[in-house]
Nanobody, 119 residues
């Protein structure tokens, strides 16, 4: 089955940058949408960014002007470039991909990567 793996998380000071990567493994997987979500302390999981049809990007309000989602270099992969990070960006970031697997359209989720931003 399809599996997603995030990487690139870590600890940075406020104003710093990180680039998260998401790589998909598995056969018979054709991606149409790539998204990133995050879980921050005291909040529900929220949309960070989504790339529809691998072309049109949409962002959560907090991410606009700071974060950029893009198709990755490897097949079935994505990047989330995060600039000007703030302490409130601290949380676990999850990769999601929507596409067609062997049994039809499905959403796939990664396990998450920790991002910590210090003041």
């Amino acid at each position: 089955q399809v599996q997603l793996m995030e990487s690139g998380g870590g600890s940075v000071q406020a104003g710093g940058s990180l680039r998260l990567s998401c790589a998909a493994s598995g056969r018979g997987f054709s991606i149409s949408n790539m998204s990133w979500y995050r879980q921050t302390p005291g909040k529900q999981r929220e949309l960070v960014a989504t790339l529809v049809n691998l072309q049109n990007a949409y962002y959560g309000d907090f991410a606009k002007g700071r974060f950029t989602v893009s198709v990755g270099d490897a097949e079935n992969s994505s990047y989330l470039q995060m600039n000007e990070l703030k302490p409130e960006d601290t949380g676990v970031y999850y990769c999601q991909m929507y596409g067609r697997a062997s049994r039809g359209p499905e959403n796939f989720w990664g396990r998450g990567t920790q991002v910590t931003v210090s003041s």
